[in-house]
């Protein structure tokens, strides 16, 4: 059976929306390893290797949008398509205090047969769909832990992530922030700028309109969560985007 590094939903949804999910899943293709890491299984199904919740909440966002998805198919301990291909974090040998077997003796070719056959084709697939319209706007979906190892605990239960181009991403957080039961973090829980991600690439090289929402992942833990979350934000980014002229 043939290996897709990506999926798309939604491909022919006329909308301008284009809702990307970098860290989708925690699937280890065959060809890395024989399909394994060295890392146990349960390290394997939390944040280090991918996005927990956030699929989801692509998949129902997108549908609410009226736009297409792409999620990723690999994760993100194989190689991570949120990174420059010159990013020292491309591969990861330690995560959040994980040792990562799998990637200790990655060699150069081992790291090039991974761009050629995860990164760069999904890379390939969202430039294509970021210019089926003029107008594309991106929403890069994210999940963060409620706390890492040995650091306080994260108060947020929304962040909005951005570089230069503020132009979706303030005033959704200003949005957000008169919802009375959300904590929204402004660029939290972490920066936006990171030169040579998929924002980067995608949008701002373009002058697209985007965001990257990071949503703390015990709140998307369901489907029934994430649906909700979905429901939530998708008349939100819509009303902003109207306000401002997006």
């Known amino acids: 059976m043939m290996y897709h590094p ?47 919740g956030a699929a989801g909440v692509t998949r129902a966002l997108a549908e609410a949008l009226g736009g297409p998805a792409i999620l990723s198919n690999f994760s993100r301990l194989v190689i991570d398509p949120n990174r420059g291909e ?22 150069p070719e081992d790291i090039d047969r991974r761009l050629n056959r995860l990164y760069r084709p999904y890379h390939t697939a969202l430039a294509e769909l970021a210019a089926r319209r003029a107008d594309t706007v991106i929403v890069s979906v994210h999940s963060f832990t409620p706390q890492l190892r040995g650091r306080p605990p994260r108060p947020w239960h929304i962040g909005l992530l951005y570089a230069a181009d503020q132009r979706l991403a ?26 040579g991600d998929a924002i980067a690439r995608h949008a701002i090289a373009y002058e697209r309109p985007n965001v990257l929402i990071e949503l703390r992942n015990d709140l998307i833990e369901t489907p029934a969560q994430q649906t909700a979350w979905a429901l939530r934000l998708a008349p939100i980014l819509q009303e902003v985007a109207a306000q401002t002229g997006l």
């Open 170 to 195: 303030k005033p959704l957080i200003a949005r957000l922030a008169q919802e009375p039961d959300l904590c929204v973090g402004d660029n939290e829980p972490y920066t936006g700028h990171l030169p």
């Open 86 to 107: 010159d990013d020292p974090t491309l591969v990861m040998r330690l995560y959040d205090g994980t040792i990562i077997p799998g990637n200790r003796h990655a060699k």
């Open 6 to 52: 990506f999926q798309i939903v939604g491909q022919d949804r006329p909308e301008r929306w284009l809702v990307t999910c970098d860290h989708a899943s925690n699937c280890v293709p065959d060809f890395v390893n024989g399909g394994c890491l060295g890392v146990a299984p349960q390290d394997m199904a939390r944040h280090i290797a991918y996005d927990v």
